[in-house]
C-alpha cells in the first residue's frame, strides 16, 4: 500500500471517529419502552414499602435472572420455619456446594441457623443457602417447592425459583416488581430487617481463625437510611440489587436488575422515592 493511500486511509478513518457523538447516559428515572437502553438498568422498581405503592417503574415485569436476589426469600422462608436457636449439621449436599459464592461448609460441622443466615446474606454464600433450605424442608427440592408457593402467596408470580440461592439455572428467574414484593414482605420481620442491615459480622469456626464477613450491600453505612437488602450477581443477570432505606419513618424499596453502575442507579432511585413520599403521592395502589 502506497504512502499516499494510507495517509488518505488515516484521515477517512479519524474523520468518521470525530462524526461519531458520545451516547448520552439517560436519567435513571425516564421511562422506557421496547429495548433495554445500552447505558441503563435492564429493569428498576421503586415501591413505597409502607403502602405498597409503585413510585416508579421500568420494564418491571421484565423477566431475568435475580441471581443472588434469590436469597431474599430464602432468607425469610427460614426464619418463618426455622427456631431462632436451631443448629444445622452441615451435610454432604451442602457442603458440595462449591459454585459461585460460598463460606465452604465441611460435612458434619454445625452451625447456628443465624450465623447460615448471615453467612447467606452477608457474603452470599450459596452452600449456606443449601444448608438453610435442607434444615427448613428437608432437602432443596421440598424447599424449591416452597419457595414458588410463597412467591405466588405474595403476588410474586412471574418468578419461577429453581434452586434457594439463585446461581444460574435454566428457568430461574423473577422480575423487579416481584423482587419489591418478596422484599416488601420479607423487611416486616424484625429478624430478617437486622439481618440485612448487618454491615459486618465475625466468623467464628472452632480451630480456625475468627474471619470478618462485610456486608456486599455497599449502600450500608454510605447511603443515608440505608437498612437492606440484598445484592446478586451473575454472568447471566450482571450486577443486580434490591435495596431499602427508611427516613422520618417512611421505607423505600428499590430494585434495579443488571445494571453497569447499580449502587449509584440505587441511590438515584432511592432519592426519587424519598421526594415522591415527601410531596405527597398518593398513596395505596
Known sequence: ???VLRHALLVGLLLALCAVEPARRAPVHAATAGPTAPDGPTAA???DARTGRILHAREAHRRWPPASTTKILTAIIAIERLPAGA????????AAQRQGAVVGLETGERWPVRDLLLAMMLRSANDAAVAVAEAA???SKRF????????RQLGARESRFVNPHGFEAPGHHSTALDLALIARHALRNPEFAALVRTETWELTRPGRPSEQIVNTNRLLGRYPGADGVKTGW?????P???ASATRDGRQIIVVVLNSHSVFGDAEQLLDL?????????????
Open 45 to 47: 422498581i421503586v415501591m
Open 137 to 139: 424442608y428437608g432437602n
Open 273 to 285: 422515592g424519598f421526594r415522591s413520599v415527601r410531596q405527597g403521592a398518593p398513596s395505596g395502589r
Open 144 to 151: 424449591v417447592e416452597e419457595m414458588n408457593t410463597r412467591a
Open 240 to 242: 443486580s440489587l434490591v
Open 87 to 94: 443448629v444445622v449439621t452441615v451435610s454432604s449436599v451442602a
Open 234 to 238: 451473575t454472568a447471566a443477570s450482571g
Open 1 to 3: 500500500m502506497s504512502a
